[in-house]
């Protein structure tokens, strides 16, 4: 069985990859590295001793994307190429509506010519919005996003979801990440952020190596336990274990189903910071700082449906979490390719 990942060489991606290949898929990955770059699939192939297909393009180029389902058997995709960035998104929104939403329709167009009928869609918790109380349950309704980049996943989600709904062949699996954070156990793949992380986790790593000076904890005001944003940080490899459940589950049923992938526990950013010292014996010079605009108090999942139907919860604990983002750093100061 062979799986496309598009946007495969990203941080989500190579983790998938890794997962898949251990579970004995053979793995085709398609990225223009615009935030990556393919020494992470190199490190992939490292790792698990076995072989990717790799192919440098940009999936919105329907020629160039045929050409990968001309030369493979593809029996699934799993579409993770995306921009990600939220405040980037804010002042360029028609470069993230016109990169999210056309490789998702130049995949869709791609797979219906070559009668490729399962897709599985990295959205995102974002899609909840404000309204919706937590913990998010995925039968609840799409809100109102706080950004172009959430509108971009919850336009995605419509159009898959449109798009399966007249071809009853197609099989589509929309999967709702919560917070990822951590690295591949070995320190050798991991998250590598351009430029300043936007992340809280990134950012932590590069305050305890001594790259940045100070993390600004935004907002100790909110009404939570220590007054801190809460979050379901969950662990990458846990996430990339949670696509390989969905591709299992979607080769064998015709379905269309959404799954949050998190914990269903909430940790806050003072937590994170004071496990990251401990679990890792470093300091992480930070201060209290006004609020980010457009952060929720709170964001959890409901992580039962994944469980129930897919099998899938997460094994790792928030000590793995830290351990591994450090390590990744510590082993990759400069990331991958500076
Ligand atoms: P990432 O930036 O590391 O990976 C995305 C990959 O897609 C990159 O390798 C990038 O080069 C590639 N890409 C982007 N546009 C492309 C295009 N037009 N053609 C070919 N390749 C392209 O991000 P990630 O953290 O691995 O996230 C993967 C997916 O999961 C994204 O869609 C993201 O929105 C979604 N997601 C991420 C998070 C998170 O916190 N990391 C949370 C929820 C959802
Ligand atoms: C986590 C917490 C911050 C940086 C984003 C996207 C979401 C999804 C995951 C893609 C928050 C606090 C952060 C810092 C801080 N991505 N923080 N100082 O905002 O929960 O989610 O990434 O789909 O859509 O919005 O993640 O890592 O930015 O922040 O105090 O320097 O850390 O306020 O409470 P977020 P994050």
Redesign the pocket.
Known sequence: MTVLLAGGAGYIGSHTAIELLNAGYDVVVADNYSNSCPESINRVEKITGKSVKLYELDIKDTDKLEKVFEENNIDAVIHFAGL?A?GESVSKPVMYYRNNIDTTLSLLETMGRYNVKNIIFSS???VYGEENPVPYVETMKRGVCTNP??WT?AMMEQIFEDTARADAELAVILLR?F?PIGAHESGMIGEDPNGIP????P?VSQVAIGKREC?????NDYPTADG??T?DYIHVTDLAVGHVRAVDYIIKNKCVEIFNLGTGVPYS?TEIVETFERVNGVKVNHVYGAR?EG?LAE?YANADKAYEILGWKTERTLEDMCRDSWNWQKNNPDGYCK
């Open positions: 990600k939220v995102s918790a974002t980049y959430g996943k990440y917070n936007n992340n809280l986790m950012y993390l600004t904890i935004f907002g801190t944003c979050r950013v980010r952060d964001c």
